[in-house]
């Protein structure tokens, strides 16, 4: 999606025809059709296709907020969502990946799509108290980090 829309424009209690979401924003029917692709919800069964109002709101203030936002600590960026998303549950397996760093992997909450990102092991503290990951991989990564970055853990954990 190129630009920003001023979605302030949009009747919340409205449903437009896709002609009528081009005229709003002055852009091609390709474009909201990507937008179906992405994501946006017609509403059910209706010919010629609808798009309520707040939905349509919704979805361009979403896209346009992730855009700007990076990923919340929590967070992983879904490919398939478009947007950063939660893990399933909060759910995630940590393996090693160098000696500095290791992969995060999940399930996104909304499309159950494979979420995955390489952290900083000197974020180990944050990411064992905000995923919930087995204990047997929290220990698993500590054996398999070089020893100074160990030594660092375990001052932080003190504190
Ligand atoms: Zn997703």
Same mark, same amino acid.
């Given at each position: 999606m190129r630009g920003r829309f001023n979605t302030s424009h949009i009747?919340?209690?409205?449903?437009?025809?896709?002609?009528?979401i081009?005229?709003l924003f002055g852009i091609?029917?390709?474009t909201?059709?990507?937008w179906?692709?992405? %994501?946006?919800?017609?509403?059910?069964?209706?010919?010629?296709?609808?798009?309520? %109002?707040?939905?349509l709101k919704?979805f361009l203030n979403?896209r346009q907020?992730?855009?700007?936002?990076?990923?919340?600590?929590?967070?992983?960026?879904?490919?398939?969502?478009?947007?950063?998303?939660?893990?399933?549950?909060?759910?995630?397996?940590? =393996?090693?990946?160098?000696?500095?760093?290791?992969?995060?992997?999940?399930?996104?909450?909304?499309?159950?799509?494979?979420?995955?990102?390489?952290?900083?092991?000197?974020?180990?503290?944050?990411?064992?108290?905000?995923?919930?990951?087995?204990?047997?991989?929290?220990?698993?990564?500590? =054996?398999?980090?070089?020893?100074?970055?160990?030594?660092?853990?375990?001052?932080?954990?003190?504190?």
């Open positions: 009747r919340r209690n409205y449903s437009y025809t896709v002609p009528e081009c005229r091609h029917k390709n909201v059709r990507d179906f692709r992405k %994501g946006l919800k017609k509403t059910d069964a209706q010919r010629p296709c609808l798009v309520h %109002g707040e939905i919704d979403e907020q992730s855009r700007r936002k990076k990923c919340a600590s929590d967070q992983f960026y879904c490919f398939r969502c478009r947007m950063p998303r939660r893990t399933m549950g909060n759910l995630a397996d940590i =393996e090693p990946r160098t000696k500095k760093t290791v992969m995060l992997t999940g399930l996104c909450e909304a499309c159950e799509a494979p979420l995955r990102k390489v952290q900083s092991a000197k974020a180990l503290p944050v990411i064992f108290q905000t995923f919930d990951i087995p204990r047997q991989q929290q220990e698993d990564i500590r =054996e398999s980090l070089s020893p100074s970055l160990n030594c660092y853990l375990e001052n932080e954990s003190q504190r």
